[in-house]
């Protein structure tokens, strides 16, 4: 942190290296950004229940995954503005915050491409055996499987957690932001074992969600103003 002082009482400049929430304005602020793209994802898994959330071509596999599509490009879009509304202040932090945006960027592509395939064959395909059969096409080039439809899609909840317990780390957002965001990982994780459409799924997204929202609120707001003591000659 560096203390400027210019000549007169009272006119002490702050400047703690980090950048104020407001100094570049994107086309989204953080408050709805960071409530949106969680609020399509769970959007496209309540779309995806006509269906019982299976392999089948038609309106609501359009409508979800079209959903889905749009929430994982703001996710991506969340991951450019990490090193933008959060300052790092030490080498750990600066490590954490650039693995945590290269890790939502990265794997948000991956969800991208994997929902675009899926559209495609959603469009291409007259019935579910045609669909799977596309996309078992798909995981037969050599390393698609593990990086489109594997870890390589479901690590961006990964870096949401980083970047959430970061932020409650360098006080630009409350524990309870990181607590939500790290609860509905572990249950929707949870709940994928028991199956896609197992009611603790929707619950994790739900707390994703409601923690997500409270970190982009507190995120939108500017930084608090480091704080220094004046004192005289005196010392008093």
């Not at 309540?46 to 409508?63: C, F, K, N, V, Y």
């Not at 593990?146 to 409350?174: M, N, P, T």
């Not at 990982?185 to 969600?209: D, E, I, Q, S």
């Amino acid at each position: 942190m560096n203390l400027t002082s210019s000549t007169g009482p009272a006119r002490t400049r702050i400047d703690t290296g980090v950048p104020a929430a407001g100094s570049a304005p994107g086309t989204l602020s953080d408050r709805v950004l960071f409530a949106a793209a969680p609020a399509l994802f769970l959007g496209g898994w309540l779309l995806m229940r006509p269906i019982d959330g299976q392999s089948e071509p038609g309106g609501w596999w359009t409508a979800a995954h079209a959903v889905w599509l749009a929430g994982f490009v703001l996710f991506a879009v969340m991951g450019l503005r990490f090193g933008r509304i959060v300052g790092a202040r030490t080498t750990g932090q600066r490590i954490a915050l650039t693995a945590s945006a290269v890790i939502v960027v990265v794997s948000s592509l991956a969800n991208i491409v994997q929902l675009v395939i899926d559209l495609v064959g959603g469009f291409t395909s007259a019935n579910s055996a045609e669909l799977k059969n596309a996309f078992s096409e798909v995981k037969d080039i050599p390393g698609a499987e593990a990086l489109i439809y594997g870890v390589g899609a479901q690590i961006v909840f990964v870096g949401l957690i980083v970047f959430a317990v970061l932020a409650a780390v360098v006080r630009r957002a409350a524990p309870g932001s990181a607590a939500l965001v790290t609860a509905g990982t572990v249950v929707m994780a949870v709940g994928m074992g028991f199956g896609r459409n197992h009611w603790t799924v929707p619950l994790g997204m739900v707390c994703l969600l409601a923690g997500l929202a409270l970190l982009g609120r507190e995120l939108d707001r500017p930084a608090a103003p480091a704080r220094r003591t004046d004192r005289g000659p005196s010392g008093a």
